[in-house]
């Protein structure tokens, strides 16, 4: 299915899995607003992107994703600039098991920022089309990753945030579907900080690193590919997606009712 005529957001755009995510939904002729922190990483994905798509499809955006202000502003420019907005993957994050505040902080608390601001300009029900919200949390939302507790923590909230909006969104008729993107380990920036961000659990390297072996490194191209999925396919809406090097499945979860 073509994305053409349709608008992105991709927080955490310049590097790693926000990039890949970016560089596909281009291809599939949607415009994407890429937000992120790292100006300079930011600004040389840029010229690629010009070269490879023009510059009409594509903007940056300065923007942190713990900032209300600024992810409010974000969205506007993006929505003014592209005319509304249709899909948006909150997928900033970062792994900091000193800084744990932090990590909530940007983890959590920016995928809810993102998923709000988001509905302001997607929801039916305030003058938007409808649309589909991807937020990414981990393997890490499904199963503990015992060197990153708070890491863990995050992306598990991300799980449990992103479905109850699913079903909100659905009880309510906002239009809007709502997923979570779920990878193993990607090597990229995040996974190579792992050794110096793990704080007081540094001592369980040796853990991670087993789990690293059980589960392989998934290549960039098939997390994206389950983004393209879940925003193509109209009826996933509460799904999340685990994409290890070794599994690709929507996860099922207990049914208590
Ligand atoms: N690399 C991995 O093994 C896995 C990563 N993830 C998740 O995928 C997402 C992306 O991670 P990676 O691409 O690996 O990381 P990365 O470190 O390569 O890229 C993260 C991007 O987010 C940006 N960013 C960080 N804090 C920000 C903020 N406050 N506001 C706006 N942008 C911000 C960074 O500047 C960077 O461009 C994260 O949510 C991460 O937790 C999930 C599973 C596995
Ligand atoms: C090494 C850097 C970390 C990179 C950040 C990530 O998010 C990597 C994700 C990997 C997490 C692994 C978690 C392991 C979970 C297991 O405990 C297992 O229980 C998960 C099983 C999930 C399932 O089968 O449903």
Redesign the pocket.
Known sequence: MSLNGKTAVVTGAALGIGRAITELLLQQGAKVALLDVNKTASESLMEVLHKQYGRERTLFLNCDVESEEQIKAAFQKAAETFGGIDIVCNNA?V?NEDTWEKTVSVNLMGVIRGSYTALEHMSKLSGGRGGVIINT????????????PV??AT?HAVVGFTRAMAAASTASGYGVRFNTL?????R?D?????ISNSGRFSHLTDA??Q??E??GIVDLADVAAAVLEMVTDETKNGEAF?V?AK?KEY?RFASFV
């Open positions: 994050g792994l949390a981990s393997l890490a939302g499904l199963g503990p990753l015992p060197s990153c890491y863990t992306k779920c990878p193993g380990f990607v990229t995040l996974f190579s900080s792992i991670t690193q789990l690293v059980h589960f685990l290890s599994r996860v």
